[in-house]
């Protein structure tokens, strides 16, 4: 038989209960699902003056360009999608 002292004791119980809960943690993430993020086509804008490529959720018709500032304006088919 070997001998264990209370501090070794202490660190056993204390490690175990961490990998424990440690493995617990990863099974139960892996099993949760994330919902994927789908953008409507309808929010991205592609500016007609630098061909800059942005999101504008707030407007439908007309937009301004973050990096040059133009206005621009959807056409009707885009406006569909």
């Known amino acids: 038989m070997?001998?264990?002292?209370?501090?070794?004791a202490i660190f056993?119980?204390?490690?175990s209960s961490l990998l424990a809960?440690?493995?617990?943690?990863?099974f139960f993430e892996r099993?949760?699902?994330?919902p994927k993020f789908v953008r409507e086509k309808a929010d991205v804008w592609e500016c007609t003056i630098c061909a800059y490529t942005y999101?504008?959720?707030?407007?439908?018709?007309?937009?301004q360009c973050p990096q040059c500032k133009s206005y621009n304006k959807k056409s009707p088919e885009e406006r569909l999608l």
């Open 21 to 26: 809960i440690f493995a617990l943690w990863i």
């Open 31 to 34: 099993k949760a699902v994330l």
């Open 55 to 63: 999101v504008d959720s707030k407007h439908h018709e007309i937009s």
């Open 12 to 15: 056993l119980y204390l490690t």
């Open 2 to 8: 070997f001998r264990l002292d209370v501090t070794m």
